[in-house]
């Protein structure tokens, strides 16, 4: 099965000409096959973990920020006989380490204009004008701050840049005062001015040498693509939606630019999104129709946009982005052993990294959405499956004794209104001003009035047309798409990867000030990796969250009303093991968007050629949306 090619998606089957020898191979894959959670492969990578220790023994001392242990590390370097070193090592590792290199470069040697090429040769064209809404973190902000403490970071990058990282070692505190936005105000802070880097050269790498938007960019202009017809739009993600247009006005741009495309080009746009890109778009929808906001008038995405590529979008919210706010934890660090966790103290605390993930309101956009009722209850989760033995269903997990403010598990529901309970008030009502997390289960709470089923914290008893109300503008299960019967919606996103989808946390019995609860990695077994209970996804988006609004969402009429055509095409997580960034055929939340056959559904889509594209099914979205408890008409 694996050596077999199948022809590139919506190609013509009597060509036999349509892939060329560098074009990615596609495995055959019946719409019924399951693909499950994969298991961590540590034991292979045990020479590189070792290097890697090596190096994170040296980081770790650099990020301690004490020049004794700075001088240590170096004096250590200086006296590091690296013939000496390797002569200690097995033989059999070594040419393990050679075999790992030689076959590395080989397979990360990839042409990235190769997609392109190749459709350019069958024909394909620029069509459609194509605007790009990046996602959270993927465009840089550079300083323009003029004060003293901006002037030596002028037109400087202090995310997405070398600049940060020199910043963030050796200058920590005048880092954070810049990274972060007034906790009262949602805005710069007094004397700070951080802004979104503009141009391709927003989002196309995040530091040097990882790229994020580039292959992309590599193979539209293959196919003709250029400045005067393409267009990221950049945006400082760690504002809220509502003041990403007070600041700076970024929806009004984007609906210019939009609209001038439209009519020099004469053809409709392509937008694509990707994750939190795709929540930001979705509000644009609301905001550019929307009576007092963008002055659009309804039918003005019938008008100007063609087709919507929405890739690993987080159209339900991110389980991860709960436990960043309430600990500043996440998988990658709760996995650290005790050496790196000290290094990352020293670096950054839990205290800090919270209060910085909290002082970006546009991180918490991404809180899961829709309650229970999605994401399960205190016995059962609707992507459970079968001999599991923690259920999703209890989303924050106590062991006995290790709570005293919880005396119980709580589900995603109890654990939002835990997390505004337990904040600040700052944090509380940007929350509540922002977002709403409820679900509408008729089409009566979508075009006349909003119940909210969420916690009692949640404004519950706010009742407001959702359609003028901004808050929920980026909750897809309490309003609905634009009455564009011709839109079309492609939801592109990677299946197969280990996900967080819940947690075991245990309180601190010493608190010195906030979080006072963290992630108790002394909880692993089969079903938990150091207090993570992994589900299926992306590797950040849980499945639910990509890809239920596409399998059954926006097919009930009271959140698509105008019967827009949506069409899902997974793509199995299959990294090359040699490759640092998953290869060709990765399904990773961020490096799918160097895979091959994403970049061809892209360039398909824009060259006019997305009807062609057939829905490709591999897991259990349909099964699981099935199961979440959401009324149908």
């Not at 609301?286 to 890739?311: L, Q, R």
Request: some cysteine.
């Amino acid at each position: 099965m694996s050596s077999l090619r199948r022809r590139p998606v919506g190609g013509d089957p009597s060509r036999t000409d349509q892939t060329s020898e560098k074009a990615e191979p596609v495995r055959l894959a019946p719409t019924n096959t399951t693909t499950e959670p994969r298991k961590g492969r540590k034991r292979r990578f045990g020479f590189i973990f070792l290097l890697g220790g090596l190096f994170g023994i040296i980081v770790a001392g650099y990020f301690a920020n004490h020049n004794d242990v700075i001088n240590i590390n170096l004096d250590l370097l200086s006296e590091l006989n690296l013939d000496s070193f390797f002569d200690v090592i097995p033989a059999g590792i070594l040419r393990e380490a050679r075999d790992i290199s030689q076959q590395g470069k080989a397979a990360i040697n990839i042409d990235s204009f190769t997609v392109g090429l190749h459709l350019y040769s069958q024909g394909f064209r620029a069509h459609h004008p194509v605007v790009m809404i990046p996602g959270v973190i993927s465009t840089g902000l550079e300083s323009w701050g003029t004060e003293n403490k901006s002037r030596p970071y002028f037109r400087r990058r202090l995310w997405g840049s070398w600049t940060m990282m020199r910043a963030l070692v050796l200058n920590r505190e005048s880092w954070k005062q810049h990274i972060v936005l007034d906790k009262s105000t949602g805005l710069d802070p007094p004397g700070i001015k951080l802004r979104a880097a503009q141009g391709f050269d927003a989002a196309d790498f995040f530091v040097t040498g990882y790229w994020i938007w580039s292959k992309i960019l590599e193979n539209l202009a293959s196919i003709g693509y250029d400045p005067a017809n393409s267009y990221i739009a950049a945006y400082d993600w760690r504002l809220s939606y509502s003041n990403l247009e007070v600041r700076d006005h970024y929806f009004t741009h984007l609906k210019a630019y939009i609209e001038t495309s439209v009519r020099i080009s004469g053809k409709k746009s392509v937008l694509v999104s990707h994750s939190m890109g795709s929540q930001v778009l979705f509000y644009f929808f609301h905001w550019v129709e929307a009576e007092g906001h963008g002055g659009g008038s309804p039918g003005w995405v019938e008008k100007h946009v063609d087709s919507w590529i929405n890739i690993s979008g987080c159209m339900l919210g991110a389980t991860k982005g709960l436990s960043a706010v309430l600990s500043g934890e996440m998988k990658d660090t709760a996995q650290l052993n005790a050496f790196a966790v000290y290094g990352l103290e020293k670096f950054l605390s839990r205290e800090e990294r919270t209060d910085i993930f909290r002082a970006m309101p546009g991180v918490s956009s991404m809180l899961p959405k829709g309650g229970n009722a999605v994401w399960g209850n205190k016995t059962w989760a609707p992507d459970d499956s079968f001999g599991q033995e923690v259920s999703y269903g209890n989303f924050i997990n106590f062991k006995e004794g290790n709570s005293t403010r919880s005396e119980k598990n709580l589900t995603i529901f109890e654990s939002m209104d835990y997390l505004l309970e337990n904040s600040d008030l700052w944090y509380k009502a940007m929350v509540l001003t922002n977002y709403s997390h409820g679900v509408a289960h008729t089409k009566e709470e979508v075009e006349v009035r909003s119940v909210s089923p969420g916690p009692s914290v949640l404004l519950a008893d706010i009742r407001e047309e959702n359609e003028r109300d901004p808050r929920k503008w980026t909750n897809p299960l309490e309003t609905r798409l634009p009455n564009a019967p011709n839109l079309k919606i492609y939801c592109f996103y990677g299946v197969g990867k280990e996900t967080e989808r819940s947690y075991f946390y245990r309180e601190d019995q010493t608190p010195i000030g906030k979080p006072n609860m963290f992630i108790d990695t002394a909880v692993t077994n089969s079903d938990v990796d150091h207090g993570i209970v992994l589900g299926e996804g992306d590797g950040t988006v849980p499945l639910l969250s990509n890809g239920y609004m596409c399998a059954k969402g926006w097919k009930l009429k009271r959140f698509n009303p105008s019967g827009s055509k949506v069409k899902i095409f997974e793509m199995p997580h299959e990294p090359d093991r040699f490759s640092p960034r998953g290869g060709p055929n990765t399904g990773d939340h961020v490096d799918i968007l160097g895979r091959q056959s994403l970049n061809e559904l892209i360039l398909r889509v824009a060259a006019g050629n997305g009807d062609l594209i057939e829905e490709t099914i591999v897991s259990n979205i349909q099964k699981y949306s099935d199961r979440v408890q959401i009324f149908e008409e």
